[in-house]
């Protein structure tokens, strides 16, 4: 099997590793399970080895001591036990790509035939469904059913001037629901003329990088652009800071497209939201896909301080150095209970600040900061940030 998974900056990258461990250090892998081969620099030396196992004369004279079946399979364990947060990434001193790094060695591990189960799973359900989730997909804006005035369009117009792309997670779990049921009210108390794709919306792909099937992205590419076309929108919203970032990175750049905290601070900015008195102490989670992957960092701390009454503490790592919820990665499906430890730990730093809730921009991160929180019954709400200025609206 030729190294094709890998461009050729990766391989150069690859040698400038200098093993300083840093990217260990901030691990949430690694510090949640105590297990130093789920580190990055774990993973590049495993990496390194198989490269070479198959090239040039090494290949050739040393072919037999490439990795054992056995050790293929512990090592693909290792690297679907990886959140994808990029961490890792942002402290390399070499500035290695390593979270792109890791996209490709799971297409790899893929094409190797060493990967989880799950992976058949999301590739099934993403052919046959058109979501993640294996449901139905005419029932992807079921959620407006349950807003309190829900116009009769449904917000599926014909045409609009901003598409609101709600992906697979907040349209289907009840709980992260309530996060378009939220901006759909903020967008139709600021008169933002938007649709849904309803049914036409098809998972935007994300979940296909971290299961190691990006080849599988194309046709997700093309139908969603096409359904876009059809309602005449210039602009698309984005709840979801996956469905932002692939659009951002693999779409290609025919629309605008914003992120809601990005959308929120301007009509606040604009005086189209006017806000009421809402005293609360909040924290801000930073999700790694808005945070380290669209740097997006200072649209939803304006955001929060525009609420008169709300107080923001920062966590003791914030920003590019936000620790993850654990919800990346596909980790919640391969993986449940470290996926549960790692949001654990992000809580337990949450805690410490003194916040009586915790905001963030992600409905992934809402979900496991909020299982956390339930399990153990601890007193803080969990909220999307597009939750909390939905409260925070005047006659509301
Ligand atoms: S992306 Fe995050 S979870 Fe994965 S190796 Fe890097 S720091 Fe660890
Ligand atoms: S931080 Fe970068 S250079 Fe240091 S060990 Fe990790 S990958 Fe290698």
């Known amino acids: 099997m030729p190294n094709r998974d890998y461009t050729v900056r990766q391989l150069l990258e690859m040698e400038a590793c200098t093993n300083c461990q840093i990217c260990a250090d901030v691990c949430p892998a690694v510090s949640a399970s105590q ?23 090494f290949h050739k004279i040393f072919a037999r001591k490439g990795p054992s079946e ?19 990434q942002e402290v390399c001193p070499v500035g290695i790509q390593l979270k792109d790094l890791w996209v490709s060695l799971r297409q790899d591990l893929v094409h190797s035939d060493f990967y989880p189960n799950k992976v058949e799973l999301i590739r099934d359900n ?9 449901e139905d997909n005419e029932e992807r804006a079921d959620w407006v059913e349950d807003l309190r005035d829900a116009p009769d369009h449904g917000y599926l117009k014909d045409q609009a001037e901003v598409v609101y ?12 629901q309530k996060i378009p049921m939220a901006l759909a009210e903020i967008m139709e108390k600021s008169g933002v003329d938007f649709t849904l794709l309803g049914e036409e919306e098809w998972c935007c792909g994300f979940p296909l990088l971290g299961a190691g099937l990006k080849e599988m992205l194309q046709e997700l590419i093309d139908h969603n652009m096409s359904a876009v076309r059809e309602k005449g929108a210039k602009k698309i ?6 469905c932002y970032q692939v659009w951002r990175e693999y779409y290609p750049h025919e629309f605008e497209i914003t992120h809601a905290t990005q959308l929120l601070m301007n009509l606040i900015s604009e005086n189209r939201m006017p806000l009421k008195e809402l005293p609360l102490t909040v924290t801000y989670h930073d999700p790694c896909d808005l945070g380290r992957g669209a740097r997006v960092f200072d649209e939803p701390r304006e955001v929060l301080c525009s609420i008169p009454g709300v107080k923001l503490l920062e966590l003791p ?7 993850c919820c654990g919800g990346g990665g596909n980790l919640e499906m391969i993986d449940p209970n470290l996926s549960a430890e790692i949001a654990k730990q992000k809580i337990d730093e ?47």
């Open 317 to 323: 790592r914030s920003r590019e150095n936000c620790q």
């Open 237 to 242: 919203v984005f709840a979801c800071p996956s």
């Open 126 to 134: 993403l052919e046959e469904s058109h979501n993640v989730f294996a």
């Open 35 to 57: 297990l130093g081969e789920l580190s990055a620099i774990f993973r590049m030396r495993g990496l390194k080895q198989i490269l070479k196992s198959r090239i040039g004369l």
């Open 350 to 396: 949450v805690i410490g600040t003194g916040a009586q809730a915790v905001i963030t921009s992600c409905q992934q991160c809402v979900r496991t900061m909020t299982a956390t929180v339930r399990r153990n019954k601890v007193p803080l709400e969990v909220m999307d940030i597009t939750q909390l200025v939905r409260r925070a609206l005047k006659d509301s």
């Open 165 to 176: 792309f709600t992906g697979c997670v907040a349209a289907y779990f009840p709980l992260a």
């Open 70 to 88: 056995k050790q293929w399979r512990h090592f693909s364990d290792t690297v679907f036990h990886c959140t994808l947060c990029g961490n890792c």
